[in-house]
């Protein structure tokens, strides 16, 4: 499984220095011919809600609507927004008519205005706020890692565990995990995918497949695996999300690195920082900030978990989104103090579940995996 293929590598250029920088796999950060314009660029963008010279794929928080949660995801190239997908929208009776009508009416506006400030779809006021609302958070994560590019040399090596979006198929949901070594996937496995019936066959070949060619090939260039065009699509959705945040974590390591570096002291105390001293986990070792895991769904509704990070600790942990109505608003308003506490004290998801509330720990878990991910912790 382990065959070796180069990685991509693009060059960007800072204030006075042009610097290597080694990203993993398939994205490229933009280029700015100099600093003066790189820091309009950045300023213009800001004051338009565009993402200045970033290159890649950002998926936005899940913003819950009163029909449901409405999430998105752009691509863009040199700051310009060139695909808006919703990644989650309202779903079932009416909703799936107005979600057919409004959202290629706002993925469209998007692109068209390279910002969050698009019109409402007439008919799909919530949906569209909650629309506008991801598309801000996907293109404040553009941007942060934009600057985080820009104020990078040459990065440490990317090593950590990335866990992707998970990718809605027309038989179930997938999610794929990758384990990375050096800037190199020597791991790849889902976390989620389709199940029951012909599913369990059709995964059970196709799965270990993908999983297999995506070492080889270390991208998401992938081959779709015969019979299983559905799977296969899903995967590589999700892969790309997880290589994403693979790609982010260099640029916010770096980031640490050189604060670390302009400190004698600091670097004497944690030698091992810059390398993902903290069990090998990637990322900036002392990470710290705010960090939302991806939407993960039970059987009896979302949950997402958001974390506050300090010095490569849990400080905080909510519950952003969880199961409401009937019976899970008791279930959860038991479960989840306790399972906020609990990610505290073991600053990591290898928590227990709480009694009577399986489904609800075990989505909590999930998301807040995905948070530590993307924190690097």
């Known amino acids: 499984m382990r065959k070796s293929h180069p990685l991509r590598r693009v060059v960007l250029a800072t204030a006075a220095t042009v610097s290597g920088i080694v990203l993993l796999l398939t994205l490229k950060p933009g280029s700015d011919p100099d600093s003066q314009a790189a820091g309009a660029a950045q300023q213009g963008a800001a004051q338009a809600g565009a993402a200045a010279a970033a290159t890649g794929t950002y998926t936005g928080d899940a913003v819950d609507t009163q029909y449901g949660p409405v999430q998105v995801r752009v691509t863009l190239a040199a700051g310009k927004i060139t695909q808006a997908d919703a990644v989650q929208a309202p779903k079932g009776g009416q909703s799936d008519q107005i979600t057919a009508n409004a959202v290629p009416k706002l993925n469209q506006a998007a692109v068209a205005a390279g910002s969050a400030n698009i019109d409402t779809v007439s008919g799909a006021t919530f949906t569209t706020e909650g629309y506008k609302k991801s598309l801000q958070s996907a293109i404040d994560k553009a941007n942060a890692g934009a600057g985080a590019s820009q104020g990078a040399g040459n990065a440490a090596p990317v090593t950590g565990v990335f866990t992707g979006d998970a990718a809605d198929t027309e038989y179930g949901a997938i999610q794929v995990r990758i384990t990375v070594k050096d800037n190199r996937i020597t791991k790849s496995e889902t976390v989620q995918q389709p199940k029951g019936g012909q599913s369990d066959q059709i995964t059970g070949n196709a799965v270990p497949k ?89 059987d009896y509704g979302p949950v997402q978990v958001r974390i506050t990070v300090a010095g490569g600790k849990i400080t905080k942990a909510e519950a952003v989104q969880q199961p409401k109505g009937g019976q899970s608003d008791q279930v959860n308003g038991n479960a989840i103090p306790k399972l906020n506490q609990a990610a505290v004290a073991a600053s990591s998801a290898d928590i227990d579940a709480v009694s009577g509330a399986t489904y609800t720990s075990g989505g909590y878990k999930e998301s807040l995996q995905s948070a530590l991910d993307q924190a690097g912790v």
């Open 210 to 298: 993908l999983n297999k060619d995506v070492v080889a090939k270390q991208s998401v260039q992938i081959d779709t695996v015969s019979g299983a065009t559905f799977t296969t699509e899903g995967y590589k959705k999700s892969l790309q999300s997880a290589i994403d945040k693979a790609n982010a974590s260099a640029g916010a390591a770096q980031e640490a690195g050189g604060q670390a570096s302009q400190s004698p002291e600091a670097g004497a105390q944690d030698p091992g920082a810059e390398q993902g001293g903290n069990g090998g986990s990637g990322g900036a070792a002392q990470a710290s900030g705010t960090f939302t895991g991806d939407t993960v769904q039970t």
